[in-house]
């Protein structure tokens, strides 16, 4: 039962992605001395299959649907909602912290209108400062128009 075949070497190939003799070396093409050799892993240990990235990781969390009890009734949304709708009900319920969160996020999604903004005219110089540090924090594109000055009381 020996089959002739058996006693006879495989031909030697050579590998489909090595370069047969010269070819030219340049963006993806490098030299055959520093290609990598048959059965090298360059990462052996890397990403593993299915491993995700932390933005699609925070992404799921934020999308996903939690149960919320609101009044009488149970309710099933994203976490992200959920959580602007309690700093909401902090901010109406006076934490100015708050507050300053739910607008910061409603001016940089572009909800405030200028009509609407004009309110910040009639704060306090405590508030504008509070303001003007939430733009700071939120970066240049926070805010289209130019922070409101304070009001210097006028002595004459």
């Known amino acids: 039962m ?5 006693d006879t070497a495989p031909p030697d190939h050579a590998p489909k992605n090595r370069p ?7 963006y993806c093409k490098p030299p055959a001395a520093h290609q990598f050799k ?8 890397g990403r593993k299959r299915g491993a995700r990235n932390r933005t ?6 934020l999308l996903e649907l939690v149960t919320v009890r609101e009044g009488g009734e149970i309710r099933q ?4 909602e959920a959580v602007l709708k309690k700093t909401l ?3 109406l319920a006076g934490d100015n ?7 910061g996020i409603a001016q940089k999604e ?5 009509a609407q903004e004009q309110f910040a005219e009639n704060l306090s110089e405590t508030d504008l400062a509070i303001m003007e540090d939430v733009r700071r924090r939120l970066g240049p594109g926070a805010s289209e128009r130019p922070p409101v000055p304070p009001v210097q009381p006028s002595d004459a």
């Open 2 to 6: 020996s089959n002739t075949n058996d």
């Open 20 to 26: 047969q003799g010269d070819y030219p070396i340049g």
């Open 38 to 45: 048959p059965g090298n892993k360059a990462n052996p240990k």
């Open 56 to 61: 699609i990781v925070i992404h799921d969390l």
């Open 77 to 80: 949304m994203s976490a992200l």
């Open 89 to 91: 009900s902090k901010a």
């Open 97 to 103: 912290k708050a507050a300053v969160t739910i607008l």
């Open 110 to 114: 572009g909800i405030l209108t200028p």
